[in-house]
C-alpha cells in the first residue's frame, strides 16, 4: 500500500521498507552496474564478431543476451529510484541556498544540460520514466537489428561449449540472485517480486542460449533458429516496459505520494508454475485500478462454470471431428478403428470422431505429367512473361543439357560389327489415380509414392526397351510406334504391381545424342567445312594463277604474230613497190626517175618555203635575187635603226 506523507508522515519511519531503503538502494546499485557492463561487453563482442563472421548464430545470441540483461537492468535502475525516495524521506538532504552573486551548481549531468524549461519538463515527466522508456527502446531496437531466420547451420567448435559454461554460470549466478530476491517479504521490499520475475526471464533467455550452442552443428538449423527466436522474450517484455513508461505520464504525480514501480512487467509474471494468467490480470486491476473482480458476482459464475463450458466445448468439438468435407477434386477413404471400410466421394459425409475414424484424402481425377528423369523434381515451375525470353526449359537443341533428358544405350552395327551407342531421351508419362474404388485403396495402400514408383518403372521398361532397338531403327520405322510400346509395357507393370495408377497417354518429347557427342560432332562439322572451305580457296588461286599465265602466253603470242605479218606485209608493199618502179623505169626510163627525184625532193622540202627558177630565164645572165626586207614606215620619234640591205647574184 501506497504511504502518502501528507497523512502518514510520522509513521513512515517505522515501516521496515523505509528502515532498509538505503541498504536496498546500494545492493541495486552494486547489481545493475554489475549486470551493465556484462551487457555492454556482449553488445561491444557482437558488433566486431559481426564485422567477421555475420552469417552465424554469434551476433543474434550476444545482442540477445545482452538485451535480457539490459531487461534486468532496467528493473534494478526503476527500483533504485523508488528506494531513493525512501532513504530521501527518512534522511532528507540539507538544502542549500545559494549566496547572492553566486551561480547555482548543477544537480547533476542531464540537469547541468538541460534548459530551464527542459528542467520543468524532466520534473514534470521524471527521470524514472525517460530511463526505463530509453532502455525500452534501446532492446527493441537492438532485438530488430539481429532478427534473421534465414541464417545457415554452422558448427561452432570449442568456443561454442565455452561460452556455454560462461553462460551457466551466469545463469546459475542470477539464479541466486532470484532465490535472494523470491524469499523477500512483501512488507520488506515490495519490489523483490517484480525483480525477480525479471531476472527469472533472464535466465530462461540464458538457459536457452546455452542449448543453442551446445546442439549446434553443420547440419542442425533448430539451434539457430531458436537462438534468434529467443530475443522475443526481452522484446516482449521491453515493449511493456515501454507501454507503461508512456502510460505514467498521464498519471498524476504527488510528491509526497510513494512512488510505485513502473518496471513491472505482466509478461515476465506469466513465467511461473502453474500460470495463473486470471488471477495476474486480477491483481493488476485491483492494485491499479481498485477494482476487484471477486466481488462481481458475473466473474464468479464464469469462474464455477468454466471448466464444464471448456469440457462441453472440447467434447463437441471432438465429436465435429467425424464430419468431413471432400472437394471435387479429392475422394476419401474412411478407416474405422484402422480399416478401410468405404470410400467417400465429394461432399459431406459423417463418421466416428477422431482417432475412432478417419479419412485419407485421395485425387479424384487429378491428371499429372511425369518425366523420367530425376531433375524434374529439383526445378521448381516457373511461369515465363508471354513478351519475354523463352526459359530454358524450352531449349531444345542437341548441344544443351536438359534436366529431363534420361541418357540409354542402345544396339548398332558399323562395319558389320556390333557395337552400343548412347542416346539421350525426354519421355513423359500423363497419369492418374485410377477413377475406380479399387484403384483408390490400392494407390493409397500398396504404395507410398506413386510418383517414384511410376519413374522406376518406366526406367526399368526404357532400358530393356531399348536394348533391342537401333538408332536407324529409333530415328526411323521404329519411331512412330515407340510411345504406344513403351505405355503398354508400363500399364501392364503398374497393373501386375496393383498400384492403382492409369498411364492416360506416353510422350516421346525428344531422341537425340549427348550433349558431348553433339558438340563433338558439330566439331567435326566445323572441322570439314574449314577443310573443304581451305581446299576450295587453293583451287581458286591454282585457277586464278592458271588463267592469268594463260592470259600472259595468249598476249605474248598474239602480239608476236601482230608483229610478224606487220612485218611480212612491210615486205610484200616494198616488195611490190619495187615490182611496180621497176617496171615503171622500163617503160618511161630516165623520166620516171626525174619524178621519183622530184617526188622525194618535194617530200624532203615539203616543209621549207621554196622558189624554184629556171636557169634558162633571162637568156645568158644570171638571175638576181633581192633577199632585202621592208618594214612599215615607224613613228618618227622612236628611235631608228638601219637597215641592212642584202643581196643575191
Not at 532 to 553: H, K, P
Amino acid at each position: 500500500m501506497q504511504v502518502d506523507l501528507e497523512t502518514q508522515g510520522g509513521e513512515v519511519a517505522a515501516l521496515p521498507r523505509f528502515q532498509q531503503a538505503a541498504s536496498h538502494a546500494a545492493r541495486l546499485q552494486r547489481w545493475g552496474a554489475a549486470l551493465l557492463g556484462l551487457a555492454v561487453l556482449g553488445l561491444v563482442a557482437a558488433v566486431f564478431v559481426d564485422l567477421f563472421a555475420a552469417l552465424t548464430i554469434w551476433p543474434a545470441l550476444l545482442v540477445n543476451l545482452s538485451c535480457a540483461l539490459l531487461m534486468v537492468v532496467a528493473g534494478l535502475q526503476s527500483a533504485c529510484w523508488v528506494s531513493r525516495w525512501r532513504e530521501e524521506v527518512i534522511t532528507p538532504a540539507p538544502v542549500v541556498t545559494p549566496e547572492a552573486g553566486e551561480d547555482r551548481q548543477p544537480q547533476g549531468r542531464l540537469a547541468a544540460a538541460l534548459t530551464l524549461r527542459g528542467r520543468r519538463l524532466l520534473q514534470q515527466i521524471g527521470a524514472p520514466t525517460l530511463w526505463l522508456g530509453g532502455w525500452s527502446l534501446l532492446i527493441l531496437y537492438s532485438v530488430v537489428q539481429v532478427f534473421n531466420l534465414s541464417l545457415p547451420a554452422t558448427a561452432l567448435g570449442l568456443s561454442a561449449s565455452v561460452v556455454a559454461v560462461l553462460t551457466l554460470l551466469l545463469a546459475f549466478a542470477l539464479l541466486v540472485l532470484e532465490r535472494q530476491l523470491a524469499q523477500e517479504h512483501p512488507g520488506e521490499w515490495p519490489e523483490a517480486g517484480a525483480l525477480a520475475q525479471l531476472l527469472r526471464a533472464a535466465i530462461i533467455c540464458l538457459l536457452v542460449s546455452a542449448l543453442c550452442l551446445l546442439f549446434s552443428s553443420d547440419t542442425a538449423l533448430w539451434p539457430v533458429r531458436l537462438a534468434v527466436l529467443t530475443g522475443l522474450l526481452p522484446a516482449l517484455v521491453a515493449g511493456e516496459l515501454l507501454l507503461r513508461a508512456v502510460l505514467s505520464l498521464f498519471s498524476p504525480q504527488r510528491e509526497q505520494l510513494e512512488p510505485r514501480l513502473l518496471a513491472h512487467s505482466f509478461v515476465a509474471d506469466m513465467l511461473r508454475w502453474p500460470p495463473q494468467p486470471l488471477l495476474s490480470l486480477q491483481h493488476e486491476l485491483h492494485n491499479r485500478f481498485g477494482i476487484d473482480l471477486r466481488q462481481i458476482w458475473a466473474f464468479a459464475y464464469m469462474r464455477r462454470a468454466f471448466v464444464p463450458v471448456l469440457l462441453v466445448v472440447l467434447a463437441v468439438g471432438w465429436l465435429l471431428t467425424g464430419v468431413h468435407e471432400l472437394s471435387m477434386q479429392n475422394r476419401g477413404i474412411y478407416e474405422r478403428f484402422g480399416k478401410p471400410v468405404q470410400v467417400f466421394g465429394p461432399g459431406l459425409h459423417l463418421g466416428l470422431p477422431w482417432p475412432l475414424g478417419r479419412v485419407l484424402t485421395v485425387e479424384n481425377g487429378v491428371v499429372h505429367e511425369l518425366a523420367t528423369s530425376v531433375g524434374e523434381s529439383s526445378q521448381p515451375f516457373q511461369a515465363a512473361p508471354a513478351e519475354g525470353p523463352a526459359p530454358a526449359i524450352a531449349n531444345r537443341l542437341w548441344d544443351a543439357s536438359h534436366v529431363n533428358d534420361k541418357s540409354q544405350v542402345i544396339a548398332s552395327g558399323n562395319a558389320q560389327q556390333q557395337s552400343f551407342q548412347i542416346v539421350n531421351m525426354d519421355v513423359r508419362f500423363v497419369y492418374r489415380i485410377g477413377l475406380g474404388d479399387a484403384a483408390a485403396l490400392a494407390a493409397t495402400y500398396n504404395s507410398s509414392d506413386v510418383p517414384t514408383l511410376i519413374r522406376s518403372t518406366a526406367s526399368r521398361v526404357l532400358v530393356h526397351d531399348f536394348a533391342s532397338r537401333t538408332l536407324d531403327g529409333l530415328l526411323g520405322q521404329d519411331r512412330t510406334g515407340l510411345a504406344d510400346d513403351i505405355g503398354r509395357a508400363v500399364q501392364g507393370d503398374l497393373d501386375r504391381l496393383d498400384s492403382g495408377v492409369e498411364i492416360l497417354a506416353t510422350v516421346v518429347e525428344a531422341i537425340h545424342p549427348p550433349a558431348g557427342a553433339a558438340n563433338a560432332y558439330h566439331g567435326v562439322q566445323a572441322a570439314q567445312i574449314g577443310a573443304q572451305a581451305l581446299i576450295s580457296r587453293e583451287r581458286g588461286a591454282a585457277a586464278e594463277q592458271t588463267n592469268q599465265a594463260q592470259l600472259q602466253a595468249s598476249v605474248a603470242r598474239d602480239q608476236a604474230q601482230a608483229d610478224a605479218r606487220e612485218v611480212q606485209a612491210a615486205a610484200q608493199a616494198a616488195d611490190l613497190r619495187f615490182a611496180a618502179e621497176q617496171k615503171a623505169y622500163a617503160s618511161a626510163g630516165q623520166a620516171f626517175v626525174l619524178e621519183q627525184y622530184l617526188s622525194q625532193l618535194s617530200q624532203g622540202l615539203s616543209q621549207a618555203k621554196l622558189l624554184i627558177l629556171d636557169h634558162r630565164l633571162g637568156g645568158d645572165s644570171a638571175p638576181t635575187l633581192d633577199l632585202r626586207t621592208f618594214t612599215l614606215p615607224a613613228d618618227p620619234s622612236a628611235p631608228r635603226k638601219a637597215a641592212q640591205p642584202g643581196a643575191v647574184h
